[in-house]
């Protein structure tokens, strides 16, 4: 070897071949030591071993668990220990993963440690103290409270089998959601049928465009899952009603049921879930060209005991399903009937006087040509009940079917009507005349038909039981409507006139005056003529109750009005001064205020708001939680910047 280092080139070269007879003494060179230089190299990687004999290789083939078949790996993963060793293989490769996932709970082997039963140790100097021996990672019960989401691209078949394997010993999954999936590789039948191998304790699934799972995954979830609550399918074309038919079989604890634009459910999956569901309280079925009244009355009449919950929306059903309900649906409470096309006038008037539905507290009518003044007043007396009443594009409603109506239903608490335009003012002010003592909100959105018509409606009783109004787009009701309504319902506390830009300062400030108790929410977005004298009012008369103030797109605000709020409302949490016309000094009076305690603040679009008003907002963001700057082109992002590392509590959005 010191003749190998020594070697100074002054003997002969050695012309071919190797320093070695035998090429194993080549690992020799790598123990020359550090005075030996050798070029770097990467080691080339080989799958399998060599065996030298002479300057013969020979190769011996690496043993391989792959070489198994799937039957034996199936074997050993069935006879792992725990969780953690079963997702360590999992890493392993896709094959490991799929194969994993296939083994069911009840496949799976125990060990011989864990039947043996644990003795308790008593310490030698205490009677009472005891210790038990075991193993500290215990798996975890699979109660199923674990929660899993996939959406677009993420929905894949292997990651369903990875969540079935790591959920497995961790709780167990209890709630599913896919929405949507991958366009290459997305969740198929192999991928759900991974779920209930492996999610025995699943109580929530929800599938929604999902197109390539069929009936088969979905008779694999009934087949794995019994514990199945909720079942959410959504535009899953797939489906029919051979995979609903295994569901309502096999998943008896089914308590709730949305489906949703899967055209080949109908009828027969319908009738199964009435026949076999006994526990279901929610129903919701929308736009299924397959369902008709055969399966819809079929399952109101069978799960009428406990069905509380039901949504009809864009169905080929007609009058005698609705007569079903007004006859079975004793325990509905909720009810939403929308685009019922070929439901008349005759199956909503059945529905109310069939004297069934005495338990509803809550219905929704949206575009259902059928609802007119005479069933709407027949649902007010047969609903007795009744306390939340929405009617969406009810064209042939008018002002005698609103006031039947209210004269009828006496424990409706809140009425929302939209987009019902042959409803005019004298309606709207004699269903408040003529309604219950419960009545406590009001809201209309979009009726074309309300106008002012001055003071020539007769002064008609107060209700005195409303605290919330909401008129939003209803371009007709002026001052003169506002006038009105304030003089019939001084208790007002919450007020949204967003949308009225006709609204003038003397309506505004006519229904303040009349108000006997102070607001509380005022929303006065886009009510484009009002000025500072109705801010001023406002604060003046209600500051020692307000807490929520929005003047969005109020042009003609100027600091006036923040000079006013600064000084009398004490309990303003949020404001809303977005394209009004502030400037850096109506700032500066909010700041000054000693007792004023602001949380949200929304200066949006407030072009003469710049930089010196920092030290403002630095003051204001003592309390601040958010901070609206948007579209304040005179602030400089420097300046944001600043504010965000001083409000660091502050949510601040430029």
């Not at 005759?346 to 040509?369: D, E, P, Y």
């Not at 409603?397 to 608490?413: M, P, T, W």
């Not at 901070?627 to 005179?634: I, K, M, P, R, S």
Request: charged content about 20%.
């Amino acid at each position: 070897m010191p003749a190998l280092v020594n070697y100074s080139g002054d003997d002969d070269f050695y012309a071919a071949g190797s320093f070695y007879s035998n090429p194993m003494d080549l690992g020799c060179l790598l123990s020359i030591g550090p005075s030996a230089y050798y070029r770097p190299s990467k080691r080339a990687r080989n799958d399998s071993q060599f065996a030298f004999e002479g300057s013969d290789f020979e190769q011996v083939r690496k043993p391989s668990i792959e070489v198994l078949p799937d039957e034996c790996l199936f074997e050993i993963f069935r006879r792992l220990d725990g969780g953690k060793e079963r997702s360590s293989c999992a890493c392993v490769s896709k094959k490991w993963l799929m194969l994993l996932s296939s083994v069911r709970k009840v496949d799976l082997c125990k060990s011989p440690a864990a039947d043996k039963v644990i003795q308790p140790l008593k310490l030698d100097n205490s009677d009472d103290t005891e210790m038990t021996t075991g193993e500290e990672d215990q798996e975890l019960e699979n109660d199923g409270y674990l929660t899993r989401c996939l959406e677009g691209k993420k929905a894949t078949d292997i990651r369903l089998a990875a969540i079935a394997v790591g959920t497995s010993s961790r709780g167990g999954l209890g709630k599913l959601s896919v929405r949507g999936s991958n366009s290459f590789r997305g969740v198929t039948n192999l991928g759900l049928s991974a779920v209930a191998q492996g999610c025995p304790s699943l109580k929530s699934l929800s599938l929604w465009n999902v197109s390539s799972v069929g009936d088969e995954g979905l008779i694999e979830i009934a087949k794995g899952c019994p514990l199945l609550e909720k079942l959410d399918l959504c535009q899953c074309p797939s489906i029919s009603n051979r995979g609903l038919i295994a569901i309502a079989e096999r998943c008896p604890n089914l308590t709730a049921l949305n489906v949703e634009a899967c055209s080949r459910i109908g009828n027969e999956g319908l009738q199964a879930i009435g026949r076999f569901c006994s526990k279901l309280q929610s129903i919701s079925i929308r736009d299924c060209t397959l369902v008709g009244d055969h399966g819809v009355s079929s399952l109101l009449s069978s799960a009428s005991s406990v069905l509380t919950k039901v949504k009809l929306q864009a169905l080929n059903i007609t009058d005698f399903s609705l007569a079903v309900i007004g006859h079975y649906g004793k325990a509905v409470t909720n009810l939403v009937l929308s685009g019922l096309q070929n439901v008349s006038e005759k199956g909503f008037w059945v529905m109310g006087n069939a004297q069934a539905l005495q338990n509803l507290v809550s219905l929704t009518i949206t575009s259902c040509r059928g609802t007119t003044d005479v069933s709407l007043e027949a649902i007010g007396k047969g609903c007795t009940n009744l306390k939340q009443m929405c009617l969406r594009n009810c064209c042939f409603v008018s002002d005698n079917g609103l006031v039947g109506f209210a004269k009828a239903a006496g424990s409706l608490e809140s009425l929302q009507l939209e987009e019902c335009n042959r409803v005019t003012q004298a309606g709207i002010i004699s269903a408040l005349s003529n309604c219950g003592a419960k009545l406590r909100s009001l809201t209309l959105v979009k009726c074309m038909g309300i106008k002012d018509i001055g003071s020539a409606v007769p002064m008609l009783s107060c209700c005195i039981s409303l605290r919330s109004l909401s008129v939003r787009n209803c371009p007709g009701f002026g001052s003169a409507s506002l006038a009105l309504v304030g003089r019939l319902c001084p208790q007002l506390q919450n007020v949204d006139l967003s949308g009225l830009y006709g609204m003038t300062d003397a309506g505004i400030l006519s229904l303040l005056e009349s108000l006997e108790e102070g607001l509380v929410k005022v929303n006065l977005n886009g009510c484009l003529n009002l000025t500072d004298e109705v801010v001023v009012a406002l604060a003046r008369l209600h500051g020692e109750t307000l807490e929520v103030l929005s003047l969005d797109g109020c042009r003609k605000i100027t600091d006036a009005s923040l000079a006013a709020i600064a000084d009398n409302c004490l309990f303003l949490r949020e404001l809303d001064v977005s394209k009004c016309a502030i400037t850096d000094s109506g700032l500066a009076f909010l700041s000054c205020a000693d007792r004023i305690n602001l949380q949200v603040l929304s200066i949006s679009a407030c072009s003469e708001i710049s930089h010196k008003s920092l030290s403002s907002l630095k003051k204001l963001g003592k309390t601040l939680v958010g901070l609206n700057l948007q579209n304040c082109t005179a602030i400089s992002n420097r300046s944001v910047e600043l504010l965000v590392e001083s409000l660091w509590r502050c949510d601040i959005l430029a």
